[in-house]
């Protein structure tokens, strides 16, 4: 099993829906979860960071945070074009200095 | 805040040539920063944890004499890949981690990434 997974996608939305992206992770001591996105020849880039259970809202952004479960899930509202990229889940664990990410899922909005 | 300048930006050189890489935070201190490596459609791959003023830690399978990390100072990390070859052409990216308040949990940072072609 991995220690961290993610559907590779593609994961296609129409523009305006809603994208809902899904998380996993094995290790039950990670402590902070970590959104990124990553446009195809760029570096990843922030975009939700979430530490205890439940929703975290950012504009169009809400990660969600389930430790029973081990799941963590980013949507996005009123999907944008340009939100067209692959998103990398990152986990960080109690003690470890260094990430551990996804494979990522790829996302394109349809226009 | 949290700015991480990486440079240059691309390289293409001849296979043997020695390579350095330079990765600042610009507006935080950052007592660990982070070597990656990225082949297409691939995921991120951590080749390296550098520590200020300590050996930089690096993952199984990574080389340490051919992929040479300094950290001399709270700002700036460099990578050198000595002696490269086409086998080593990829996407390289530093990350850092502001530790505010010392707290170990907060999120990377990550620079522009570096494209490398060695021809």
């Known amino acids: 099993q991995k220690e961290v997974e993610q559907n590779s996608g593609p994961l296609s939305v129409p523009e305006g829906a809603i994208a809902s992206l899904n998380c996993t992770y094995s290790d039950r001591v990670s402590q902070s979860f970590f959104w990124y996105r990553q446009y195809s020849g760029k570096s990843p880039e922030l975009i939700m960071s979430?530490?205890?259970?439940g929703d975290k809202e950012d504009g169009r952004f809400t990660a969600q945070l389930n430790k029973a479960s081990q799941y963590v899930s980013l949507l996005i509202r009123d999907s944008q074009p340009s939100d067209s990229a692959t998103y990398l889940c990152?986990?960080?664990?109690?003690?470890?200095?260094?990430?551990?990410f996804g494979t990522g899922t790829r996302l394109t909005i349809i226009p | 805040g949290a700015v991480v300048s990486q440079h240059p930006s691309r390289v293409i050189c001849k296979s043997g040539t020695s390579v350095k890489i330079e990765c600042r935070s610009l507006?935080?201190?950052?007592?660990?920063m982070f070597w990656y490596r990225q082949f297409p459609k691939q995921s991120l791959m951590l080749m390296a944890t550098s520590n200020e003023g300590s050996k930089a830690t690096y993952e199984q399978g990574v080389e340490k004499d051919k992929f040479l990390i300094n950290h001399a100072s709270l700002t700036l990390s460099t990578l050198t890949v000595t002696s490269a070859h086409p086998e080593d052409s990829s996407f390289y990216i530093c990350s850092a981690r502001d530790r505010v308040g010392g707290r170990s949990n907060q999120p990377q940072h990550f620079g522009d990434g570096t494209r490398l072609s060695i021809l």
């Open positions: 990152a986990v960080l664990r109690v003690g470890n200095e260094k990430l551990t």
């Open positions: 979430i530490y205890s259970n």
């Open positions: 507006d935080f201190q950052a007592t660990t």
